[in-house]
């Protein structure tokens, strides 16, 4: 199976930061990556598809990058609707996988 | 608007049953990919299945956890999505999520609300 694995687990930053989440697998998956975003209580809610391609819909402050095994979710200028888990996901091959989360919290 | 509506948790004693519904709206049930994620309590995501569309083959494919207990299916003339699940561990407990991969992107882009399943005696 392929392991993914995010950095850092939890961010803490204040609205207006840029921030960073990065996430590694354990071998290439080409440009198979998603992003999603999770509130508290909520449903997974997607970002990111393909590393770089936004879904319809999401602010542009969202951006992702990488390809290979090392992939970047960037969130440029925070606001308090992005205070939330996020969580990268493979579709390169079966099993799916999702790294093990990063939370951004309010500094 | 699409809507996926889960249904069918509860509180399960280890070794028990449970099949776990997803009525999806607002798109073309038929052509999407679908899959089942679970979360255990304060813990990440985990895949589990994915069932393809009926056009496309119907390829199913698990989660090693899950593979010999848990079945997913799809009656497309009910617009439904299923999971059985048979011996359940304490370990299966989570909130079960039913998510589309509505244009066939490999991606999961519409979620349920999930409905959670507590493996407990």
């Known amino acids: 199976d392929i392991q993914m694995t995010q950095s850092p687990s939890t961010l803490s930053a204040s609205v207006g930061d840029s921030v960073t989440i990065t996430c590694r697998a354990s071998q290439s998956i080409t440009s198979y990556l998603a992003w999603y975003q999770q509130k508290p209580g909520k449903a997974p809610k997607l970002l990111i598809f393909?590393?770089?391609t936004l879904e319809r819909g999401v602010p542009s402050r969202f951006s992702g990058s990488g390809s290979g095994t090392e992939f970047t979710l960037s969130i440029g200028s925070l606001q308090p609707d992005d205070f939330a888990t996020y969580y990268c996901q493979q579709y390169n091959s079966y099993p799916w996988t999702f790294g093990q989360g990063t939370k951004v919290e309010i500094k | 608007e699409v809507q996926l509506v889960e249904s069918g948790g509860g509180l399960i004693k280890p070794g028990g049953s449970l099949r776990l519904s997803c009525a999806a709206s607002g798109f073309t049930f038929s052509h999407a990919w679908m899959s089942w994620v679970r979360q255990a309590p304060g813990k990440g995501l985990e895949w589990v299945a994915q069932i393809g569309s009926t056009t496309d083959g119907g390829t199913i494919d698990y989660a090693a956890p899950v593979k010999g207990r848990f079945t997913i299916s799809r009656d497309d003339s009910k617009n439904t999505l299923y999971l059985q699940i048979h011996n359940l561990k304490t370990e299966d407990s989570a909130v079960y999520y039913c998510?589309?991969?509505?244009?066939?992107?490999?991606?999961?882009?519409?979620w349920g609300q999930g409905t959670l399943v507590t493996v407990s005696s």
């Open positions: 393909k590393a770089s």
């Open positions: 998510a589309s991969d509505s244009m066939v992107r490999g991606v999961l882009d519409y």
